[in-house]
């Protein structure tokens, strides 16, 4: 499920893994800690020259006083990962950002609107995505 996961500092876990595992991921970190992890966020990263994303979710746990971030590999062309909404209802708002500034749609979730973040008048690129034809 996992590819690797790497002690990245005290207390700082960072494992990566294939987008299709997502949701398996979430349902153990639910499972094995019940309400005892937070996400803190997820943040996308432009890779241009590779075309791809990197997706990373930051998850505390808060028995472990660890920090594990969860790295994922999203194509550019039509990027797509499963929500996890539907498990960790706090991850609504993240995945509206994503979606709303880099593109990148998380299926399942029936909250994805452009205008989340950026102006709806100015919805006709991705801000913070590299290339420049897709400024707003």
């Given amino acids: 499920m996992v590819?690797?996961?790497?002690?990245?500092?005290?207390?700082r876990l960072l494992a990566r893994a294939?987008?299709?595992?997502?949701?398996?991921?979430?349902?153990?970190?639910?499972?094995?800690?019940?309400?005892?992890?937070?996400?803190?966020?997820?943040?996308p990263v432009d890779y241009v020259e590779e075309r791809q994303f990197e997706i990373n979710y930051n998850v505390w746990i808060y028995s472990l006083k660890t920090i594990l971030t969860v790295r994922f590999r999203l194509p550019r062309e039509k990027p797509a990962i499963d929500t996890i909404s539907?498990?960790?209802?706090?991850?609504?708002?993240?995945?509206?950002e994503a979606y709303d500034l880099m593109g990148i749609t998380f299926s399942g979730?029936?909250?994805l609107r452009r205008g989340?973040?950026?102006?709806?008048e100015a919805t006709n690129g991705f801000p913070l995505r590299k290339e420049e034809e897709n400024k707003v």
């Fill in 86 to 96: 539907d498990l960790i209802p706090s991850a609504v708002s993240h995945e509206q």
């Fill in 18 to 43: 294939e987008s299709k595992n997502l949701r398996a991921i979430f349902a153990k970190l639910r499972e094995d800690f019940k309400e005892d992890f937070y996400l803190d966020f997820i943040a």
């Fill in 109 to 111: 979730n029936p909250s």
């Fill in 116 to 120: 989340f973040l950026v102006s709806e």
């Fill in 3 to 11: 590819a690797g996961v790497d002690g990245v500092g005290p207390r």
